[in-house]
């Protein structure tokens, strides 16, 4: 696994990255999320040596700075046009093959998975965004590595290539490896992660699946309508919180099972039981309210939000 261990980062008197601690395992994809500001990006860097800073960072127990082919270990993905804009895509990646000791015939075959061999000889000056995070992901997996450091591969993707991203992470860690993928896009990290980092402001606000970081926002409640609503919040309130929503009661810290039987027992039709649940999205707003480093005004009035 990837053990980072106590990740710190001081910009003059900004603490920028403040004594993070956290693992990403194989087998998984793991989302990094966090307001902007949060320092996402610079805890990247500092996992890759790049920055100076504190702390240290740990691939199968060893600094990748102590592997002789760094790049057969770790790939990675920080920024979108880190390459010449006049030569060829292929010929870039040739260059970064040729460094790190990996053979000639791999450029082809990840410029066939990421969908760019069709543009292999042209220059990735013209690039779209999208066209470019595809050549980024090429050079990340050229030496296939056991993990893969992504910061924000979805921008500039279309849907199907958003799409072809997701499956293909999924798949790259159902091998046995591991991802660690920073993206704003909350809708498709839940379809895609199976387990958070989360920072704001520099530190390290939780880690753990995506269900229990939902869960640990929304609490459980159930939606409930029946004929004789007015007798069932009365009935329910005696053990729950009950707020009436639409046509029916929102009840609060209780489970389907729970608000069934004591329907059941007070012989009160239900008309609709189901169990309520926020979206990912919903759960990060809630959880890194306190952590947004750029707010409007109504958003400081409310004291959260983005």
Known sequence: MIEAQNLTKKY???LAVDDISFTVETGKVTGFLGPNGAGKSTTMRLMLGLDNGGGKTLFDGK????????????????????FHPTRSARNHLKVLAAAGGIPESRVDEVLDVVGLSDVAKKGPGKFSLGMSQRLGIAAAILGKPKYLLLDEP???LDPEGIHWLRKFLKDYADE????????????????MADNLVVIGKGKLITTGTVQSFIDAASGKSVFVRSGKLGALQKTLGASFTVSKHDNGLLVSDATTDQVGQIAFDAGLPLLELTSQSITLEDAFLEITADSQEYKTHNQSKKGGGQ
Do not use: C, Q, T
Not at 66 to 80: F, Q, R
Not at 177 to 185: D, I, K, M, Q, R
């Open 12 to 14: 003059k008197k900004k």
């Open 63 to 82: 600094r990748l700075a102590d592997y002789a082919e760094p790049s057969k270990v770790v790939g990675i993905l920080l920024e979108a046009k880190a």
């Open 176 to 191: 046995g490896n591991a991802v660690f993928v920073s993206s704003h896009l909350l809708s498709e990290m839940s379809l």
């Open 154 to 156: 979805a921008n500039g």
